[in-house]
T-cell receptor
Framework: EAGVTQSPTHLIKTRGQQATLRCSPISGHTSVYWYQQALGLGLQFLLWYDEGEERNRGNFPPRFSGRQFPNYSSELNVNALELEDSALYLC?????????????FGSGTRLTVV | AQSVTQLGSHVSVSEGALVLLRCNYSSSVPPYLFWYVQYPNQGLQLLLKYTTGATLVKGINGFEAEFKKSETSFHLTKPSAHMSDAAEYFCAVSGFQGAQKLVFGQGTRLTINP
């Protein structure tokens, strides 16, 4: 069974540009979660998508947005990139109630803003 | 609201020694608790989880954790450390159904000395 896949693995962008990160969940998982792991800040919850809808959002500005497609894959968009957006972005998926099953994480996309 | 505190951002033990990584949580509802491990340049892997029932939970790679409600703790232990255990470990709590997000601690980096 394929795990959670994220692309690209690395992404280098210039300040002010836009970045698009992609995530494919495990087959059968309908929920996708995005986390930001910045140096020294731990994992910060960004977004939760389920059945194509945004269900919850962390404390991030609106320039962080995303969507979930009918096949449950997801895209995270970061507009007007700032230097402090440099981080590892982790996607996770879950089968139903995440309290019972926990999350399965992808290997992440490392975004570097220069 | 839920929160997690991991005591010690960095723990160092000798190979063969006991590993103890501390986690305390705050939750207004019965918590669901998780430990994840992150190896360099990888995503997070689920080590073990507590949902309900037995308070001593066994996970992969010889790790176990005990849920102590009176102490609001969920410490991770392993009787004998191995060099391959060197990684970063994250404790997480999930509470409200519908909130559908895990709240992570800041992480503890475990170093194993030969």
């Amino acid at each position: 069974e394929a795990g959670v896949t994220q692309s690209p693995t690395h992404l280098i962008k210039t300040r002010g540009q836009q970045a698009t990160l992609r995530c494919s969940p495990i087959s059968g998982h309908t929920s996708v979660y995005w986390y930001q792991q910045a140096l020294g800040l731990g994992l910060q919850f960004l977004l939760w998508y389920d059945e194509g809808e945004e269900r919850n959002r962390g404390n991030f500005p609106p320039r962080f947005s995303g969507r979930q497609f009918p096949n449950y894959s997801s895209e995270l968009n970061v507009n007007a990139l700032e230097l402090e957006d440099s981080a590892l972005y982790l996607c996770a998926s879950s089968l139903g109630d995440d309290r019972v099953y926990g999350y399965t994480f992808g290997s992440g996309t490392r975004l570097t803003v220069v | 609201a839920q929160s997690v505190t991991q005591l010690g951002s960095h723990v160092s033990v000798s190979e063969g020694a006991l590993v103890l990584l501390r986690c305390n949580y705050s939750s207004s509802v019965p918590p669901y608790l998780f430990w994840y491990v992150q190896y360099p340049n990888q995503g997070l892997q689920l080590l073990l989880k507590y949902t309900t029932g037995a308070t001593l939970v066994k996970g992969i790679n010889g790790f176990e954790a005990e849920f102590k409600k009176s102490e609001t703790s969920f410490h991770l232990t392993k009787p004998s450390a191995h060099m391959s255990d060197a990684a970063e470990y994250f404790c997480a709590v999930s509470g409200f159904q519908g909130a559908q997000k895990l709240v992570f601690g800041q992480g503890t980096r475990l170093t194993i000395n030969p």
